[in-house]
């Protein structure tokens, strides 16, 4: 995958390889940054003989539409991989720490109490723990939370969303990522 950022180095996503080859091939790359993922060939030239290639780096950044200012404004996307993620794997009740498919979410105020279906009230809880809070709040379930849930940043939504970040593309994330969360510990 490479990493795309706006042309003010913002990120806005993820691109499969040939996404980016793409945006080479139109001229939306303003800069790029980073080690060469891939290199395409193409045809042989008429006029000069030479083969034709465009290679990417792992990081670009592409012109266009700002689709991010209008995305910049809102919680990333709460998926239940990426809020596992951001607790790295521990029960926010027992302090276990679990595989995924031991994990589900919990939502601090339950739902049915009026609670949201948001990053501010939701944590990771493995599912004893979740059936043993129930439909109650923490303090009525006498389970104290071991942490507090937050929102991720941009930067490190895009860390949270996928699992084969190249290591220029990790250091240009983390670089970005505020000292306070999880994922520098």
């Known amino acids: 995958m ?5 042309t003010a180095g913002s990120p806005r996503g993820w691109l499969a390889v040939e996404e980016a080859i793409t945006c080479h091939a139109r001229g939306q790359v303003a ?7 891939r290199t395409f060939h193409g045809g042989l030239s ?9 290679s990417t780096a792992s990081i670009i950044a592409t012109r266009g539409l700002p689709a991010l200012a209008r995305s910049a404004r809102r919680e990333p996307a709460l998926l239940n991989a ?3 993620a951001r607790d790295r794997h ?5 302090g276990g720490r679990f595989r995924e498919r031991e994990l589900s979410r919990d939502h601090v105020v339950p739902l049915s109490r009026g609670g949201a279906d948001r990053w501010m009230n939701v944590v990771t809880a493995c599912r004893a723990c979740n ?3 129930d439909n109650r709040s923490p303090e009525a379930a006498h389970m104290p939370l071991l942490y507090l849930p937050y929102v991720p940043t941009r930067h490190e939504h895009l860390i949270l969303q996928n699992r084969r970040i190249l290591a220029d593309q990790m250091e240009y994330l983390m670089a970005r990522v505020p000292r306070h969360s999880r994922l520098h510990g």
């Open 46 to 54: 008429r006029l000069t003989g030479f083969r034709s290639q465009l």
């Open 82 to 84: 990426a809020l596992f």
């Open 2 to 6: 490479i990493l795309e950022l706006d």
């Open 90 to 94: 521990v029960c926010a009740y027992c």
């Open 31 to 37: 800069w790029s940054i980073g080690d060469t993922v």
């Open 131 to 133: 059936s043993r809070k």
